[in-house]
C-alpha cells in the first residue's frame, strides 16, 4: 500500500445519509478478483443510466467537483461487509473519507486498503459542506501523525481518532502481513527461545 501522512487536497461532497455498500459497489460488479478496475463502477447505479450513459446531476459526474478526499453523509458504508466497497473507492482515487459516523466493518476495511476514513462531529462535517458549497475548490488538510483535519478557507481544525496499529500501518503503507514481515526478526527471536 501507498504510505499516508499528509493530505491536502479539494473534495468530492455526497452529503448523502446511510450510504451502504451496495450503493458504493453494486453486487453485480463483485466478480472480480482483483482490487483493479472496481473505480469505474464506483455508485455506479448513481453515476449512470441503465444505457450507461452519465447522470448529469451526480456528483462525480460533475468536473467542477475533483480531488482525493470524499466527504459523506453520517452512516457511510453501511450494509454488507462487502471488502470491495473499500477497493472501488480506492481504485477511484480517495485516499480519504470523511463522515459523521462509519459501519465498524467499512471502517476497518478501508483503513486496511489504504483508505483513512476520518470520523468528525456533524456539526463540523457541516461546516465542511458549508465550505465546498461557498468554493467548490475548497480544501481540506489532513496530518495523519498530528490526527487532525483542517478546512483550510476557514482554518477551523478537529482532530480525530485511529487505532495506534491502524495509524501506524497508514504512515509505513503496511497492510497486516506487511507489518508481520517488518518484524519477522523479533518473531523469529521470540520462537528461538520457545521450547
Not at 467542477?64 to 466527504?71: A, D, E, F, M, Q
Not at 478546512?151 to 481544525?157: P, W
Request: proline share 4%; charged share 25%; with cysteine.
Amino acid at each position: 500500500m501507498d504510505k499516508l501522512n499528509q493530505l491536502t487536497s479539494s473534495c468530492v461532497p455526497l452529503p448523502i445519509e446511510d450510504v451502504d455498500t451496495d450503493q458504493i459497489i453494486p453486487a453485480r460488479f463483485l466478480k472480480a478478483t482483483t482490487r483493479l478496475g472496481f473505480g469505474e463502477n464506483l455508485f455506479r447505479d448513481w453515476r449512470y443510466e441503465k444505457d450507461g450513459s452519465p447522470k448529469k446531476d451526480f456528483v462525480l459526474n460533475n468536473p467542477t467537483y475533483t480531488g482525493s478526499i470524499l466527504v459523506a453523509g453520517k452512516n457511510f458504508g453501511c450494509g454488507s461487509s462487502r471488502e470491495h466497497a473499500a477497493w472501488a473507492i480506492k481504485d477511484y482515487g480517495f485516499r480519504v473519507v470523511v463522515s459523521s459516523f462509519f459501519a465498524d466493518i467499512f471502517k476497518g476495511n478501508a483503513m486496511n486498503n489504504g483508505i483513512l476514513p476520518i470520523t468528525v462531529t456533524q456539526e463540523f462535517l457541516n461546516d465542511i459542506f458549508l465550505a465546498i458549497e461557498s468554493d467548490p475548490h475548497c480544501q481540506l488538510s489532513v496530518s495523519l501523525q498530528e490526527q487532525m483535519l483542517e478546512i483550510t478557507s476557514t482554518g477551523k481544525r478537529t482532530s480525530f481518532q485511529i487505532d495506534p496499529y491502524k495509524k501506524m500501518c497508514l504512515l509505513n503503507g503496511y497492510d497486516d502481513i506487511d507489518y508481520l514481515l517488518s518484524v519477522q526478526d523479533k518473531i523469529e527471536a521470540f520462537e528461538s527461545t520457545r521450547a
